[in-house]
Structure formats: structure tokens, C-alpha cells
């Protein structure tokens, strides 16, 4: 089955503590991104990459970091977590390296207290 | 003002009625439309992907985009319960950036 996987789906840490959202695809996709969901505010794109080792900013990028080390996995850094960073974040890939026709994961509620 | 400009209702209806989502966008830009629709406590799923202006139809679904307006419009027949969901619409430029709506949350009473 086709799939974006995200772990967790939920996690509360503490400001100020490392840490890190993982994402998978199954689908060879060249394509991944991040993006950031809150009230009133849609989806937000934090990072996208377009292959291995290409990265780059979305319209969010402040207070997180990304690497793309293999095709598949598109982790998401948060290296001093903040509380205005409690969101519902979700990765995506797309075969288009437009970033159109994505596939999203389950979501990761993220509460920063 | 934002890029995209969706109305977040809720928007309720009767099942059966035929609804109308939209948004409308001030990048001339855009030539790449999406809608997903957003189950409660889950990612989004792609409903329709139109390029440019025009028309597509997908069973029940018809995504319309007016580029001269700067808009665009997501209609369902027939609508179920099943349907009740956000919609979102999304565009791009053709660059590597997708721009989302807020939201507009549909439901559809039985």
C-alpha cells in the first residue's frame, strides 16, 4: 500500500527539549515536504526537498531543521522547541517535483508546554 | 492579505444538495489547482488536480478554475454524510511551492 508515515502521532515535551518527527514514503517519490497546520492558517510549508541531499526553505522555516539522507525518509528537527511550535504538522511527497498531486501522512500533534 | 482566500464556514446542508466550495487568489501565477478534503484527525487526500483554466469531473465532483477571476470552485452532487470533511484548496506556480487555503468545513446532514 502507498503510503507516508509519520512517528509519532502525538508527542507534549518540554520547551527547549530536542526532538524529532520522523517521515517514510513508500513511493520512490523525489518529493518531500513538511508543513504545519493551525487554526485559521491552513497548511504552511516549513521545508521541501526535491531529492537526496536538496533541501529548502518553505514560508515557515524558523526554529527547524531537515535532512534527506535517503529518498525515503524526511525527518523534521526541532532542536530547541518553542511553545508557539505546538501544531499539527504533516509530511508529504509527491512524484511531481512541483510538489502538486502530494500524498500527506496521518499528522503528528505536537504540544510544547 | 493572504495568497489564498477561502471562506472556513462551517457550511451545512442537506443530503442530496449539490454544494459549492471556493477560493479565490491573488497570484496570477498560479496555474496548478488542487482540492483535498480533510478528514477529522487525518492528513489530506487529493480530490481533483486541474492545470490551468477549465473544467474537470470525477463522478460527483467538478472543480472549476476562472484564471481571468482568480477563482476557483469545487462542486459535489448529490452530496452524502460520507462527505462531511474540510476541503482545502491548493495552488502553484509551477515552482516548488504549494500555497494552501485555510479550510472551509462542509457538513452534510442526513
Known amino acids: 500500500e502507498a503510503q507516508v508515515t509519520q512517528n509519532p502521532r502525538y508527542l507534549i515535551t518540554v520547551t527547549g527539549k530536542k526532538l524529532t518527527v520522523t517521515c517514510s514514503q513508500n513511493m520512490n517519490h523525489e518529493y518531500m515536504s513538511w508543513y504545519r497546520q493551525d487554526p485559521g492558517l491552513g497548511l504552511r510549508q516549513i521545508y521541501y526537498s526535491m531529492n537526496v541531499e536538496v533541501t529548502d526553505k518553505g514560508d515557515v522555516p524558523e526554529g527547524y531543521k531537515v535532512s534527506r539522507k535517503e529518498k525515503r525518509n524526511f525527518p523534521l528537527i526541532l532542536e530547541s522547541p518553542s511553545p508557539n511550535q505546538t501544531s499539527l504538522y504533516f509530511c508529504?511527497?509527491?512524484?511531481?517535483?512541483?510538489?502538486?498531486?502530494?500524498?500527506f501522512g496521518q499528522g503528528t500533534r505536537l504540544t510544547v508546554v | 492579505q493572504k495568497e489564498v482566500e477561502q471562506d472556513p464556514g462551517p457550511l451545512s446542508v442537506p443530503e442530496g444538495a449539490i454544494v459549492s466550495l471556493n477560493c479565490t487568489y491573488s497570484?496570477?501565477?498560479?496555474?496548478?489547482f488542487m482540492w483535498y478534503r480533510q478528514y477529522s484527525r487525518k492528513g489530506p487526500e487529493l480530490l481533483m488536480y486541474t492545470y490551468s483554466s477549465g473544467n474537470k469531473e470525477d463522478g460527483r465532483f467538478t472543480a472549476q478554475v476562472d484564471k481571468s477571476s482568480k477563482y476557483i470552485s469545487l462542486f459535489i452532487r448529490d452530496s452524502q454524510p460520507s462527505d462531511s470533511a474540510t476541503y482545502l484548496c491548493?495552488?502553484?506556480?509551477?515552482?516548488?511551492?504549494?500555497?494552501f487555503g485555510a479550510g472551509t468545513i462542509l457538513r452534510v446532514k442526513s
Open positions: 497570484n496570477s501565477a498560479f496555474q496548478y
Open positions: 508529504a511527497s509527491s512524484f511531481s517535483l512541483k510538489g502538486t498531486e502530494a500524498f
Open positions: 491548493a495552488m502553484s506556480g509551477g515552482g516548488n511551492k504549494l500555497v
